[in-house]
Nanobody, 122 residues
Framework: QVQLVESGGGLVQAGDSLRLSCEAS????????MGWIRQAPGKEREFVAA????????YYADSVKGRFTISRDNAKNTVYLQMNSLKPEDTAVYYC???????????????WGQGTQVTVSS
């Protein structure tokens, strides 16, 4: 099994930055791709960003492109989501997810974290 634990969420103002972290543990050798998915109140889960094992390929939702950056440190089994120029519409629970292949959707991942709340006030 693989365990994913997110951290770094919080309450910020519009225009601020936050960095989310997700540490993986357990049988991580099969987890080639990592992603971030978010869910706002009353809405369906939404794909945010994904990265391949090497970190060489990254994918973003149009809504965050140019503001968010996904990266990973394989030595630490950790994936990051740097979020800049945050907007109130970025308010959501952010989930870390992992799987064998990159998914640019909100489903298809094999492993999920518990989520971390990000709230952006206007």
């Amino acid at each position: 099994q693989v365990q994913l634990v997110e951290s770094g969420g919080g309450l910020v103002q519009a225009g601020d930055s936050l960095r989310l972290s997700c540490e993986a543990s357990g049988r991580t050798f099969g987890v080639n791709a990592m992603g971030w998915i978010r869910q706002a109140p009353g809405k369906e889960r939404e794909f945010v960003a994904a990265v391949t094992r090497s970190g060489g390929d990254t994918y973003y939702a149009d809504s965050v492109k140019g503001r968010f950056t996904i990266s990973r440190d394989n030595a630490k089994n950790t994936v990051y989501l740097q979020m800049n120029s945050l907007k109130p519409e970025d308010t959501a629970v952010y989930y870390c997810a992992g799987g064998r292949t990159v998914q640019v959707t909100s489903y298809g991942y094999d492993y999920w974290g518990q989520g971390t709340q990000v709230t952006v006030s206007s």
